[in-house]
């Protein structure tokens, strides 16, 4: 193939890309080339197409196409406990630490994102049972599950595996969270109404927040480079401050350092670095809305960003972490500040101590919540003396004193205006009129003050209304998907159990009224479970008269207590059968002999017994 052939393939294939984005929804523009083209070259080969403008053109006429080129590119290739070391270190190590941290009501959120068929988050929830026991994990954990193939989804949502699929898992393990059903395993219930699956793209879709634990293992590598990047400023926005990100073998983030550092690296676990961008966060934001949202928000966000900008006072912003997160232009020109400096600790710019030392008053603002500001600081320029009114003001979230994100710290050229007052001082007595223009000028300049700090602080009242209206959102979104989730198990175990339970009342109803003898069932209390019609017709006492009473307490003309020996030997296993014959009297007052045979009952274990069946038989 020449490379004019390439490059026209190479064209048609982000044709077909673009195709599959617009008419299903999936953007596979982010992954690796070289991969996507191998995928679909195999689904090509299967239909004897040669190139992929014919192979375009095949998915246009046959629409079913595109659910095989679909699971072929998204391999679920995942199993339970995968990579067992580095489970073991994340059961032993990692997640003793974060709950340590952690409150003890408090609400523990894990996101397994890329699920596939369910078997790390499952992984995940046993783990956390066997640190928190069972009751403990149902009050706190939330574990959401997540994939783009709904056929996957659905698979982890009925939780039912081959044995070959736990042969990673512990003998305990496996008893404990695991029903037997013929030669599948299906994982409890009281453990899949923990796990809430649902459709999420990496790319395209808005991450989980409040994460404690993101799980996302052999995903990244099918990605490239720009749209890892994008996946791991959401991951990091996900993440609790102390939260962990485990990742597959095959990932290492060497070149997302200023996202995530290592916990231990041999086994891929890391941590977020707290410093996430402005403009990544509000990008997040708007990505959960759809086009129209996005859009406005993204509005909003140049306009604040530009008329922050264009303000006449010089104002920079320092977060309660100490870094350097904003500086509009005005502050970028007068103290050099580059915009490589944003990001980075406050104290190690040269700002932080010149013209006067703020580091120090910044200390003050935090302790006694309240704005500071120092008039007539003189600032050295090569060509002239500037002076500055600096006003440091801390910074709360939502009107709340007690949560400070950082402070604000304007500086206001009064260069003009002390020289005006000078001027003001000399030529007083001389000109009334320059006296008049002079108090003039100063009062509009404190109008303009005035209005500016009105602009501003609308500006942040906007911003946190937003923040705040995005959180509600989001809450309510996981409460609803939770909600439903619990909702479509809890029904279709219902349907399930109910339908069995008649199933099962019916045989054992019909099979007892099959016998010609009076047939008794007991538990290990003696109390009577079954009672059938023979034994009624023989005693004269009708079944719902002696349910769930003891049969050593009737009086009905059988010698109870000479069963109780028998029965007795039944429930240790001593003797599995025995038959006596007793004197009785029948429901007509007439003298029987009564033949009684005295089976014992098994449960599902065959060396445990149950109960007792008690037969009767008249003698002639």
Not at 326 to 353: C, T, W
């Amino acid at each position: 193939m020449t490379n004019d052939q390439e490059r026209e393939e190479n064209r048609i294939f982000e044709v077909l890309l673009e195709y599959l984005k617009e008419t299903r929804g999936f953007d596979f523009t982010g992954y690796k080339r070289s991969t996507l083209k191998r995928r679909v070259t195999r689904r090509m080969q299967s239909h004897h197409i040669d190139n992929f403008g014919d192979y375009l053109e095949f998915l246009e006429v046959h629409p079913e196409e595109f659910e095989s080129l679909f699971n072929t590119i998204l391999i679920n290739v995942t199993k339970f406990l995968r990579d067992a070391d580095a489970w073991d270190y994340l059961h032993h190590q990692i997640l003793p630490q974060l709950l340590q941290q952690k409150d003890k009501q408090e609400q523990i959120r894990v996101w397994s994102a890329a699920c596939s068929s369910g078997e790390e988050a499952y992984s995940i929830a046993m783990i956390l049972a066997e640190i928190l026991g069972f009751e403990t994990f149902h009050q706190r954990v939330k574990i959401y599950a997540t994939d783009v193939d709904e056929e996957a989804l659905e698979q982890a949502r009925w939780a039912r595996y081959q044995s070959k699929a736990l042969e990673n898992i512990p003998d305990e393990w496996r008893k404990r969270y695991f029903e037997q059903i013929n030669n599948h395993y299906v994982v409890r219930a009281d453990i899949r109404r923990v796990v809430i699956f649902g459709r999420n793209d990496l790319v395209q879709d808005a991450p989980i927040s409040r994460l404690d634990l993101l799980i996302c293992r052999n995903t990244l590598m099918y990605f490239n480079g720009e749209t890892q990047k994008r996946i791991l400023t959401r991951f990091n926005f996900a993440l609790k401050n102390n939260g962990a990100l485990f990742l597959g073998k095959a990932e290492m983030l060497l070149t997302n350092s200023n996202l995530f550092k290592p916990l231990n690296l041999q086994n891929r676990i890391f941590t977020k670095v707290p410093k996430l961008k402005l403009s990544d966060r509000l990008l997040i934001s708007a990505q959960s809305g759809d086009e129209e949202s996005s859009a406005r928000l993204s509005e909003r966000v140049r306009l604040r960003e530009a008329a922050f900008n264009t303000l006449p006072i010089a104002q920079i912003i320092v977060d309660a972490n100490g870094y350097l997160v904003l500086a509009n232009m005005s502050a970028r020109s007068m103290f050099d500040i580059k915009r490589k400096d944003l990001g980075k600790m406050f104290r190690d710019l040269k700002v932080s101590y010149r013209p006067l030392e703020l580091r120090s008053i910044i200390d003050d603002v935090y302790r006694d919540r309240t704005s500071i500001t120092i008039n007539d600081v003189v600032q050295e320029q090569p060509d002239k003396t500037q002076y500055l009114d600096v006003q440091i003001t801390p910074l709360h979230e939502n009107g709340n004193d007690n949560q400070l994100l950082g402070v604000s710290i304007s500086f206001q050229d009064v260069t003009r205006y002390n020289q005006l007052q000078i001027k003001y001082k000399a030529s007083s007595q001389e000109l009334e009129t320059a006296n008049e223009e002079l108090q003039s000028s100063n009062e509009e300049l404190e109008t303009t003050n005035e209005e500016l700090q009105s602009t501003n602080e609308e500006l942040e009242t906007t911003n946190e209304e937003l923040q705040s209206t995005n959180e509600e959102l989001e809450t309510m979104n996981e409460e609803l998907e939770s909600t439903n989730e619990e909702l479509r198990t809890m029904n279709d175990e219902l349907r399930v159990r109910t339908d069995e339970v008649n199933e099962v009342n019916g045989f054992l109803a019909s099979i007892l009224e099959s016998f010609q003898k009076g047939v008794i069932i007991v538990d290990r209390q003696f109390h009577i479970i079954r009672w059938n019609q023979e034994s009624e017709q023989l005693w004269g006492v009708r079944s719902d008269e002696v349910k769930d009473k003891s049969l050593l307490s009737l009086d009905i003309g059988l010698p109870v207590e000479e069963l109780r020996e028998p029965i007795r030997k039944c429930f240790q296993n001593e003797e599995n059968h025995q038959t006596i014959t007793v004197e009785a009297i029948n429901r007509r007052g007439q003298s029987i002999q009564c033949q009684v045979t005295i089976h014992g009952l098994k449960g599902i274990q065959v060396e445990e017994s149950k109960g007792a069946i008690v037969l009767l038989k008249e003698v002639e």
